[in-house]
């Protein structure tokens, strides 16, 4: 029997999100307007989505700060806000949330925001039930970041992915990767780019043995087209078709060989 990728697979709520990987994640999507962290854990993605807000407004200046503060939403159960008692309307909401309660987080999400990003396995999405649910919700699939599994995550083998769901979203979903297996890839389209290059470049150059005989094939067929020639003058010929075997057998006489009439 293959192995599979559910097998032994214990789904684990309470994983936080590596600091470094919320950042590039927040910078990524440019969450604007007011922002949700709905299970902040221990607060990793909490902190960079306060930092990138921050920095966010001291570049818009005084005006923008007043119009668009700081200020980041949360929830997280064990403080005692549940997600989902949470009713006020929101711009963004970016999590890694509990993973055993995807589609109900989704479903809540989806409720009170237009922009869902969550970072899960991606087979959570894929299931009849949630396509129905992000259809229904009138959310579509704007994009996948393919991400390499944190060492602190539970092992499996699904795929992780930052799924970026976004109201009223019709168009195609775009699949962006940072795992290490694209660097890989990138490699291969590196090559394939050269050789393309190459090809729009034209044939590759013969090497010089190929070039060699190729300048023989023409100097016997110039001599077969004299020797043709010299006979239908009716001429004597005296003349040497073919190659050389070394370097002593070059007479000068040989090289001069030429129709004699
Ligand atoms: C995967 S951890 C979150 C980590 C954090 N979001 C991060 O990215 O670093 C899931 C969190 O969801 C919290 N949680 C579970 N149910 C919740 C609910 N109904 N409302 C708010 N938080 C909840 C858990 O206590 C846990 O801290």
Not at 40 to 58: C, D, E, P, V
Request: hydrophobic fraction near 35%.
């Amino acid at each position: 029997m293959r192995s599979q990728p559910n097998r032994d697979y214990i789904s684990d709520d309470v994983v936080q999100t590596p600091p470094a990987l919320a950042r590039r994640l927040v910078e990524h999507f440019r969450p604007r307007g007011r922002v949700l962290e709905p299970c902040k854990g221990k607060g990793n993605f909490l902190r960079a989505l306060r930092t990138y807000a921050q920095q966010k407004a001291s570049d818009g200046g005084a005006r923008r700060r007043r119009r668009d503060p700081a200020e980041i939403a949360w929830c997280e159960i064990k403080c005692g806000r549940d997600f989902y008692h949470w009713t006020e309307r929101v711009d963004w909401i970016m999590t890694n949330p509990p993973w055993s309660q995807v589609r109900r987080f989704l479903q809540q999400a989806m409720l009170v925001s237009d922009h869902v990003v969550f970072v899960i396995t991606i087979n959570h999405v894929w299931t009849r039930a949630r396509v129905s649910d992000i259809r229904e919700a009138g959310f579509g699939l704007r994009e996948i970041v393919l991400l390499d599994m944190p060492v602190t995550f539970p092992q499996s083998g699904f795929q992780l992915g930052a799924v970026y769901f976004a109201r009223g979203w019709k168009g195609a979903t775009r699949v962006t990767d940072w795992t290490r297996g694209s660097l890989r890839a990138l490699k291969h389209v590196g090559t394939k780019l050269r050789h393309t290059v190459a090809t729009f470049a034209g044939p590759p150059r013969e090497s010089p043995r190929a070039q060699a005989d190729a300048s023989l094939r023409r100097l016997r067929t110039a001599r077969r087209h004299k020797l043709v020639e010299a006979l239908r003058a009716g001429c004597a010929i005296a003349v040497v078709i073919g190659r050389p075997r070394s370097r002593s057998d070059r007479s000068p006489e040989t090289r001069r060989s030429k129709v004699r009439g």
